[in-house]
């Protein structure tokens, strides 16, 4: 018993129970972490096409290795959903300076588009462009309309139908925007839209945000025309406008009939 006891008191005990602990402990972390929404992961071949694609037409601006310059930020752990979002947007390459980029036409081909996000990917980790089944917009619609006036609303406007902010910038409408993109708007936070990552809402909850704005976009309005669903102010401005109209079709005509 005695010879035991020493074998349970020997100093390399401690260092055994915590060598087992930590393994322990990043198996479940491995196993039970949450998982990054990615898609296919891309070749060896896409890096070095995107990487072509990007001293040809980004470098000017972010650096022959993308650390930045005066006229660009770092692309270094961007990841290859801020890539996918800001080019498969036209917001990149950027035609001119400007209080804000702003959508237009999309310059590079789809492949063009991966090959580029592959090598942004390739200079550090960051977040991936999510996998299909999230952006489809099959989640649940009432969970994501909470979410979205919750944390979108203050900004976009309660239908997606975007709104201005300060200093000569705006949140862009929802309307005609790709679930795909939405889903990494949130999770890179572009322009001065704040960064929703996965601890903040979860793969899940962007894409029932995603199903909300679709059912927007689809859903008819039961109230009639929806004057854009951009708030009180249109809506006042119609019907101030109709009624001064009536009230001076009215003055005419009893004008005109007095006579």
């Known amino acids: 018993m005695s010879f035991l006891a020493a074998r349970r008191r020997h100093p390399a005990a401690l260092l055994l129970v915590l060598l087992l602990a930590l393994v322990i402990t990043g198996g479940l972390y491995a196993v039970l972490a949450p998982k990054d929404a990615d898609a296919a992961a891309s070749t060896a071949d896409d890096v070095a096409a995107g990487k072509a ?17 005066n006229e660009g930020p770092s692309l270094v752990g961007v990841g290859a959903a801020a890539t996918d979002f800001q080019v498969g947007t036209g917001r990149m390459p950027l035609a001119q300076p400007g209080t804000q980029a702003q959508a237009g036409e999309v310059q590079f081909s789809p492949d063009e588009i991966k090959q580029l996000a592959a090598y942004v990917a390739s200079l550090g980790p960051g977040p991936s462009v999510p996998d299909s089944k999230y952006t489809t917009g099959d989640g649940d619609i009432a969970r994501g309309g909470e979410l979205f006036r919750v944390n979108c609303a203050m900004c976009h406007n309660f239908a997606g139908s975007g709104g ?15 679930g795909k993109h939405i889903y990494e708007a949130m999770l890179t936070g572009p322009q001065s839209m704040p960064v929703f990552n996965d601890d903040n809402l979860s793969p899940q909850d962007k894409a029932d945000i995603i199903s909300y704005l679709k059912n927007v976009k689809d859903e008819p309005s039961q109230g009639g025309h929806t004057l854009g669903n951009l708030g009180p102010v249109p809506e006042g401005l119609f019907i101030w406008t109709l009624g001064i109209g009536m009230l001076i079709a009215a003055a005419v005509w009893l004008g005109k009939k007095a006579a």
């Open 53 to 69: 694609l990007f001293l040809s037409n980004c470098a000017t601006c972010h650096g022959l290795n993308a650390t930045g310059t």
């Open 164 to 178: 201005a902010l300060t200093r000569g910038k705006y949140a862009p409408s929802l309307m005609d925007v790709s």
